[in-house]
């Protein structure tokens, strides 16, 4: 493998009541895709941060080519060839994908900037990772999986011989993340390292030369790329077996609660929606990003009214209207995006999981405290959530206890219908198993359970039968002993309807 | 554009024939709306239009005057709120059309005359009346809206070099943060509200509480008299701290006849509209023997006590057709 | 407690140093002053802190105590009306108002700045033409309906309660009680904080809206009567120029966030008595002169936001 590019040596980085990283040693090496795991707090983003100069590291050394360097902002970082893609992508829509590229480094002079100079390094970035559109397109109208691709000719711009990739598919699609891991492929072949952070074993394993696993803030070990397989990472990652992760037990379905009629979301008005659930069945919904998936459940929650159609739950029906009718009805929603959705992140965890309880509890207008208290000590301890105490604000909550609270916030109304919207999106895999069996367990006590998911083993795990949605309509419905990712795909990808047609 | 096109018109009639003539003010004041009924009632009596504009300040007042040009009207007059600064700008109005200056001058300017007081003078008749209300002397607050506009300060002037006895001149000025002491008076303070009532009675209420023994309060601008005297008397103050006013507001008014103000100064704002359309016409007739030698068509303000309030108010009334 | 502390402090430290350095400044006659004053622009600043909390913000203000202040003594003295009936109308305008501005603002989508900055010109220009640009009073008459602004429960000889503290105390246990003890004021601070979470709770996030906006209105209505009764002068061009700004100041020093979902009534109370006792100190201390009041008032603003916006990062990090 010869001399690594990128050397880590004894990295220590403190934050007040925590240490992050203790000793961490790492090695890259040119042209190697190394994928980094862990669970979520294992300090893989903290480490990440100070490789591209976003912090310092209180001791240790950082080495590029054997050279030991000192990085004081992103800029150092970018010099020495390391260049980071946050998860969440740092572009600016309003600007054209060559104004992105060569944002807060136009070539020029004395504030006139050479357009010349920006279109051609433009081409060839663009070119590099194989992304065919015009440096003048406005950034706004590429998909995710294309503004990705953009960061990616960003820092290839930066002449960068590490690029280190947060959580790159989180919001991609199937398609954009095969695209994508198609460049990170031609990337090495062209010399470049990469640095893949990710949650989503399958990936990690379809993709990696080498796999590093952190736990606590230490380095946990090193899996060769033969040694990769699921359960080894999983157990590295936990530090202990887990036998069984996604656990189904069969139990008897009940009568349909749930029954979904000629349903027509704002955003696919031509289409309409059938289906239904039955009590104590968790379906999953499976498509791919813009398939119409969370539109559908903001329908059928009210969350956008719906333009037409019958939602009937337990036998009351109509056309959803706002999301105080339809927790009213007993259903409740998960939304995707848990910060900007589903939490109040400045509240205190009490407050958020008694939120939309409050009025039923409470005494006239007036709110009745010890009610609140029970029913946050109930909730606390039934889905385990792990807080200092009720009175902590949301936000310093792990994302997995985020999660938890969300859904606390309507078992408390005890529904009918649970609606969720990508549950275990960018929690760590402790929490996502804890989510699992919460799933699992609401299930068997007679609750629908209705899922939209984009990883594929998620819906296969956890799914009694699974919706498959393309372009707004439901292409296809899937038994549990009929999955197969070849299957759910050619549905999600509208296979079954060219046939049709 | 419409400035050119004007001044190819020369003074020309507007298509109704009528000739037409603005009064421009500083400000927004019952004050003013009797400037506005003399002009008014000159301008029914001539048979011309005449219209008033009160603009809320100086750079108003110059968009006021300047979409009367684009309008076209035959001559304007108005009271200056800035007449250094403003000079240049005023030249600019009097090349395209008739400028005179009321209530205030604007001397050193192109305008053809001014027609009101010395507000320096009507002061000094104010400092008379301080000097009548507390003969044996004493300490003495100022009340003023602002003291930006060029009469507020002479006004200012005029009761402080009165009070000091100092000789007369126009154009001193004591820096409003300093009390001036003089052998008998001392005028502690101006204080300016910026046209907030309510903190304009603030003013007077915070002055009580730090001059215990401040003989006698002035207001120097129409509404500072009333909010003197509300603040008195919330504070059981009255008849213990003298008053002077200025200008005519009906309850300043009031209160000379009940003997709470000792008295107030006034101009002729009526006078002004009424003369200063006249003099308007007279001049765009080209009868150009309206103008006086100095340039000044001046009505000297009056002293009004308890004596001579009900004759000043009754015309006041019978001018405003109440 | 702790979100007030800071501004607590702020009072305190004005305070004794107004008491060291000014004259007479404990003497029953001024601290008598201090309490109408802060009652009088306190009922505008809590009115405002409710918008805030949602996250909104309202300009209008200065232009409803203009509405108010000039109406009311318009329809008693010009028409002849009662006061009681006059009051009524007031109340029922500003009830409309606050309507109005909720309306345009959750369901039309119109931003809140926008709405009450056409607001902010559309009701003084509408008073301007309302009371044809004179000025309004009671002249000497209605002193017993004025006592409500003038009139104080006397305590000591010189000292004593006025009303319009009283009132303020009123509504501000009112509010204090609604915004933390009611669904509503929870409902309020979760809005503030996330709309589309709120919204997704359940919550009727376009109701909560319109109600602060009435809240503020009527508030200002009550105060802009309260500023007529206590004065008795209004002149409709400048009556309540800037009141919004110093309410929303008043707020903001009372630990309101203009981002929303923050803000206790106990702050904003006593952000309005800082600036009332700046604007007293500046009178009363010799060295300080009566053009610097904008510029203290700012600056004290200004190391107050900032001070708080440290400690919250500092408290930030720590967790």
Redesign the interface.
Known sequence: MGEPFLEVQKITKRFPGVVALSGVDLQVYPAEILALIGENGAGKSTLMKILAGVQPADEGELLVEGKVVRFSGVQDAQKSGIALIHQELNLAENLTVAGNIFLGREPGKFGWIDQAVIQRESKRVLEMVGLEVSPETLLSELTLGKQQLVEIAKALSTDAKVIIMDEPTSSLSLRESERLFEVIHDLREKGVSVIYISHRLGEVKKLADRVVVFRDGENAGMLERNEVDHDSMVRMMVGRDISQFYQRTKHDLGEVILSVRGLRSVEHRGHELDFEVRAGEVVGVAGLIGAGRSEMLAALFGARPALGGHVSVAGQSGLPQSPRESLGRGLALVPEDRKGQGLILDMAVKENMSLASLRRDSKGPFLNTSKEEELVAEMTSALSVKTPGSWQLARFLSGGNQQKIVLAKWLALKPKVLLLDEPTRGIDIGAKEEIYLLMEKFAREGMAVLFVSSEMEEIMGMADRTLVMHEGRITGELAREDFSEEAIMELATGGNINKEE | MALGAFAFSGCGEKEDGKASYALVTT????FW?ICKKGGEDAGVELGVDVEVL?P?NGDDQKSKLEDLLAKGVDGIAVAAIDPINQAGFFDEVAKNAMLITMDTDAPKTKRQVFVGMDNYDAGWMGGELVKEAIPDGGEVVLFIGRLEQDNAKRRRQGVIDCLLGREKDANRYDA??QSQIGAKYTVL?T??DQ?????A???V????????NVAAMVGLFA?NP??IL?ALK??GKIGQVKVVGFDE???TL?AIKDGSVHGTVVQDPYEYGYRSIKVLHALAKGDKSVIPENKKIEFPARQIRKDDVDAFWSDLNSKLGK | MKKIKGILITMIVIYVATAIL????L?G??QG?LLE?TG?YGLLAIGVAFVIITGGIDLSIGSVVCLVGCGVPWLVMRQGWSPGSAVAVAMVVALCVGLWHGFLITKLKLQPFVVTLCSLLIYRGAT?GLAE???Q?F??EHEAFRQWG?EAIEVTHKFGIPYPFVILIVVAIIAWIFLNKTIWGRYLFALGNNEEAARLSGINTDRMVILSYVICSMLAALGGLL?IL??????????G??YELYAIAAAVLGGCSLRGGEGTIVGVVIGTAVMQLL??MI??VDWL???MEFLIVGIVLLVAVIADEIIKQRVRKLK
């Open positions: 400000g927004v004041d019952p709306d009160m809320s409003p943060g303070a204080l300016t046209f907030d009532r309510p903190k009675k603030e003013n209420e915070d002055m009580l509480t730090k001059h215990e509404y009333p909010a509300e919330q504070a507001n009906p309850v009031q | 000014g004259e007479n400044f003497g006659y001024n002053k004053r009088l301007r640009d004179q000025s009073g002249g000497g003038t500023f206590n004065g008795n002068s209004a002149q409709p061009s400048d009556f120029n800037f604007k007293n009178n009363l002169k009566s053009h």
